[in-house]
């Protein structure tokens, strides 16, 4: 009887490494906003979907508004030490570390999701995956989200137009743009935006239309600038580099071909999503302006001589990367920067 049992035991202990590679690594993905509603979440389903189709051994689980209790200032660091595997990460948040980086936010650059398409694949986008892996990440997604000014009490429409506010606008060379045309900046992650509103701490702010009807802010803030998109931040899913080489060729290539299915329906919703938050915000009683094409151009020269400008400061890869960002957009849209502003406002739809 005792033999049985010892040949039992052994038997149970050789079966435990086989049902452990059955259910596979589980990779984690943290993110900050709401789960269903944003659409960062969904495109991260999406990815998920595809991604467990066609990578073996590899399974993934999704953490949306910072469940693993990881603030989104400290996710890089998580990914740097592989604590956490994964995450949708606004690239802005690590300028300090990467001081490039704020190439992702600089108000006017981007202006449509036609020109963030452009820059996909292209040299940008390859210096830009240089720079995540010196720093410990490796981009998979190439999500640009627009978004737009958002105040409590105030309609933004010119420079002039926020004179006085207190904002956030969450990379520091936009806001020098904000700081020039007369407003003080908060610097605090979407998140935490709701309850500075609530407060009185802050007065408005830039954000993403995703995150502004996902994290509610409509509750607070009830005057919204849409239309020409100063505000385009490229957040990415990401990955911990560490992660990312323990891979295998074909899991690596697999999860590549995920990432492009989820870029294609990611786009798909962001050319929809004006649409869908001009609705939400008018049900809950938001003021809604459409930006001129003059306040646009006038916004656009005051980027140029504050934020772009302190961008070729940075040092010579940033100056490189803004020029080379800006040729390939007149390459794509036009021979000068009339003919790229004409592109932006052609097919301009109406309230």
């Given at each position: ?184 900046v908060i610097n605090i992650p979407s998140t935490e935006a709701y309850a500075a509103l609530q407060s009185g701490s802050l007065d408005a702010l830039l954000t993403s239309y ?103 400061k940075t040092n010579p890869r940033a100056q490189d990367l803004l020029t080379t960002t800006v040729i390939t957009l007149l390459e794509n849209f036009g021979s000068n920067k ?14």
């Amino acid at each position: 009887m005792r033999f049985v049992i010892i040949c039992c035991l052994l038997l149970f202990a050789n079966l435990l490494p086989v049902r452990g590679q059955a259910f596979g690594q589980e990779l984690r993905i943290s993110h900050q906003w709401a789960e269903g509603t944003d659409g960062r979440d969904r495109a991260a389903r999406a990815f998920v979907q595809e991604a467990e189709s066609r990578a073996t051994g590899l399974i993934f689980r999704i953490y949306p508004k910072s469940s693993l209790n990881i603030k989104p200032d400290e996710l890089l660091n998580a990914l740097r030490n592989n604590t956490l595997e994964m995450a949708i990460y606004p690239l802005t948040y690590a300028v300090a570390q990467a001081p490039e980086f704020s190439l992702a936010g600089l108000p006017g650059l981007v202006p449509n999701l036609d020109a963030a398409r452009a820059l996909k694949g292209s040299e940008i986008h390859t210096t830009l995956q240089s720079i995540a892996e010196a720093n410990g990440i490796r981009i998979l997604t190439w999500w640009w989200s627009p978004g737009g000014f958002f105040a409590k009490n105030r309609e933004i429409t010119d420079p002039q137009s926020v004179q006085g506010l207190r904002m956030r606008a969450a990379d520091p060379l936009f806001e020098l743009m904000l700081q020039e045309a007369g407003a003080s900046v908060i610097n605090i992650p979407s998140t935490e935006a709701y309850a500075a509103l609530q407060s009185g701490s802050l007065d408005a702010l830039l954000t993403s239309y995703e995150g502004f009807v996902s994290l509610r802010l409509y509750e607070q803030a009830k005057f919204a600038t849409v239309g020409s998109t100063l505000f385009m931040s490229l957040t990415p899913l990401v990955m911990s580099l560490a992660t990312w080489k323990k891979l295998s060729p074909e899991q690596r290539s697999a999860l590549e071909e995920a990432a492009e299915i989820s870029d294609s329906y990611f786009e798909s919703i962001q050319r929809d999503v004006e649409r869908r938050m001009v609705t939400t915000l008018r049900n809950a009683g938001v003021a809604i302006h459409r930006m001129t094409k003059k306040d646009y151009i006038t916004w656009l020269g005051l980027a140029q001589k504050t934020a772009w400008l302190e961008y070729t400061k940075t040092n010579p890869r940033a100056q490189d990367l803004l020029t080379t960002t800006v040729i390939t957009l007149l390459e794509n849209f036009g021979s000068n920067k009339d003919d790229l502003i004409d592109s932006i406002y052609k097919d301009e739809p109406k309230n």
